[in-house]
């Protein structure tokens, strides 16, 4: 009679089963466990890098003013001590006055693209002399389209500059006879003393930093590097916001 053998099928008592389910959950566990430190290390090279592309961007943004202020600064304290502003200073004829206005004239045609005006304000802060560049080109404004500056803050406080020191003003709109320029300018003011050959105070010197080139630059830079600049000013007011009808809310109450 034929012997057949059945293999017997072992089974797991309780406890086995308890300590099968306790090794997989140790491993899970240690999966979880590897998976989540290589996610937290990917998130922190992520942030990391994030980090040093926005220092890096606000770096670049700040050498970017910087770079825009240095050649007016250099031409407003240039034309404090050139000869023909003393002349005028000294003796204030029309001829004297013309000669000053055509050298300021000459400046502003090498600077079209970045300085907007050019002035000499007196003491009472009325404009004596200006040069605007314009699309059409470089103009002197005539003698009964001059305007009384003596209400600006920035002519109040480039009066209170010590000798050879530059005032650089907040960033706003630029006004023309009270009302806010249209299409905006976005303007930087540089002012300085003029002051006569005996130290009297006999004015101001200013000018107008066209600064719409400098913001699209700044823009320019943060979409390079796939990021959002945003700028305020010392109130908090958008100057470079989210949204463009956001920005200038100090000088627009119905966008506060």
């Known amino acids: ?43 922190g090279r992520a942030i990391a890098e994030t980090l040093t592309n926005q220092r890096a961007l606000l770096h670049q943004a700040r050498m970017l003013v910087r770079a825009e202020l240095t050649t007016p600064t250099r031409d407003i304290l240039f034309m404090a001590n050139n000869p023909a502003m003393h002349r005028y200073l000294a003796d204030q004829t029309p001829a004297n006055r013309q000669v000053l206005a055509r050298l300021l004239a000459d400046l502003m045609s090498t600077r079209h693209d970045l300085i907007d005006q050019l002035r000499y304000l007196d003491e009472a802060g009325r404009e004596i002399v200006r040069v605007n560049n314009t699309p059409g080109g470089t103009e002197q404004v005539t003698q009964n389209a001059l305007q009384d500056k003596s209400d600006r803050y920035y002519f109040q406080r480039g009066m209170q500059l010590t000798r050879g020191k530059t005032y650089i003003s907040p960033l706003d709109l630029n006004q023309e006879q009270g009302e806010i320029e249209h299409p905006l300018k976005p303007t930087l003011r540089l002012a300085t003393r003029a002051m006569d050959a005996k130290g009297r105070l006999r004015g101001l010197l200013v000018i107008n930093v066209q600064a719409q080139p400098l913001l699209e630059r700044l823009r320019s830079a943060a979409r390079e590097r796939g990021l959002h600049l945003w700028m305020a000013n010392h109130e908090g007011y958008w100057l470079m916001g989210p949204q463009g009808v956001l920005e200038w809310g100090f000088m627009f109450p119905e966008r506060e």
């Open 1 to 43: 009679m034929p012997f057949f053998h059945m293999p017997t099928t072992r089974t797991f008592s309780g406890q086995g089963w308890r300590h099968a389910l306790l090794i997989w959950l140790v491993l899970v566990a240690l999966l979880s466990a590897v998976y989540a430190l290589l996610v937290l290390s990917a998130q």
